[in-house]
């Protein structure tokens, strides 16, 4: 067992999961931050050490969570607003909070979950919501690295699990027309954060992370029928027309099917060239159809 501490914020969501997972395999001593302590009896058995904080209250935050933390991996993201959790509050708020006492507290290391298509004029508010916090991160002088994954896919996660269900229910399948995504494998991703902690090479950077293919959502779905071994019908359809459904969906629903935030992001190209990353990690990524192969058949 080494003996640093690595503490991790949402360590009990579909990412955060397999980071732990990672983590544990590497022997590090894990520490995570969660809302509801109640629901982390299986973490606790893993020998991980529970520590209470919502994540936008500072207040609310257990500061003997951060003593003699050594490394800090930052997940906790939204992709829907529900009612005061809103994108700046999380995304911002919550890592400045997060970021100000690592500083204090003197971790050594801070590595931040930011997402691909983040930049400074991003349409969406999820993009400029994460650009903010990383601005914050990278100007407050703590040691840290950032990384933006495209789509994560595993066999808990929202996007694909999402088509998995609309195939199984209709023989048709709306298929919005967007930009291309690169889906990585969650445990791929798992890969990235852990190495980050102690290869200083990866200091102060950012880096892009997808997986083996660039893929429209039609493409990605073709993939899912394969690996399923059946047949719908795709229809496509102009992402303008979604708007109006989007705007009723999250007005009316608390977890609406799709946001207007999320019909923007689709419609960018959410692709990287994964150059930097070549140059600094050993990996290899697996693939969309042999991932989906391993865990749906
Ligand atoms: N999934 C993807 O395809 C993808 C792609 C690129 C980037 N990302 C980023 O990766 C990160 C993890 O995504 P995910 O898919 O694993 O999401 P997820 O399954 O929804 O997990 C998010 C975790 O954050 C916790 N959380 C939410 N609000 C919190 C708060 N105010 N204080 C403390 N904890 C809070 C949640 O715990 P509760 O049980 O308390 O809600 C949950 O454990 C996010 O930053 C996301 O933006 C995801």
């Known amino acids: 067992m080494k003996e640093e501490i690595v503490g991790v914020t949402g360590g009990m969501g579909f990412v955060g999961r397999s980071i732990v997972k990672k983590l544990l395999e590497d022997k590090w001593k894990v520490r995570c931050l969660v809302r509801k302590p109640e629901g982390s009896e299986d973490l606790k058995k893993q020998g991980i050490e529970i ?3 919502d994540i936008t209250n500072k207040s609310s935050i257990d500061e003997s969570f951060f003593q003699d933390l050594s490394y800090l991996i930052h997940l906790v993201g939204i992709i829907k607003e529900v009612e005061t959790q809103t994108l ?4 911002f708020q919550g890592t400045k909070n997060l970021v100000d006492l690592a500083k204090n507290s003197g971790v050594k290391k801070f590595i931040h979950m930011s997402a691909l298509g983040t930049r400074p004029d991003a349409r969406s508010r999820y993009h400029s919501t994460k650009w903010m916090a990383e601005e914050y991160l990278r ?21 694909i699990n999402t088509f998995i269900r609309i195939i199984k229910l209709s023989p048709f399948i709306p298929v919005i027309k967007g930009g ?25 950077k950012t ?3 997808g997986g083996t293919k660039k893929l429209t959502l039609g493409e990605i779905i ?27 969906f999250q007005t009316v629903l608390r977890n609406p099917p799709l946001t207007l935030d999320q019909l923007i992001m689709l419609e960018e190209d959410n692709v990287c060239d994964m150059k930097e990353v070549q140059d600094i990690f050993s990996f290899s990524l697996l ?6 192969k391993q865990y749906l058949s």
Do not use: C, W
């Open 88 to 91: 700046e509050r999380v995304h």
């Open 180 to 204: 291309k995504l690169q889906p990585i494998y969650v445990g791929d991703v798992a890969h990235f954060f852990v190495q980050a902690l102690t290869n200083q090479k990866t200091d102060g």
């Open 51 to 53: 520590y209470k904080g």
């Open 139 to 159: 100007k407050n002088g703590l040691n840290h690295t950032i990384f933006r994954p495209s789509i994560i896919f595993g066999p808990d996660d929202e996007f």
């Open 222 to 248: 073709k993939v899912l029928l394969k690996v399923l071994n059946v047949e719908r019908v795709l229809i496509p359809i102009p992402s303008f027309l979604m708007y109006p459904p989007a705007y009723l």
């Open 287 to 292: 693939p969309l159809e042999e991932g989906l």
């Open 207 to 209: 880096f892009e992370l």
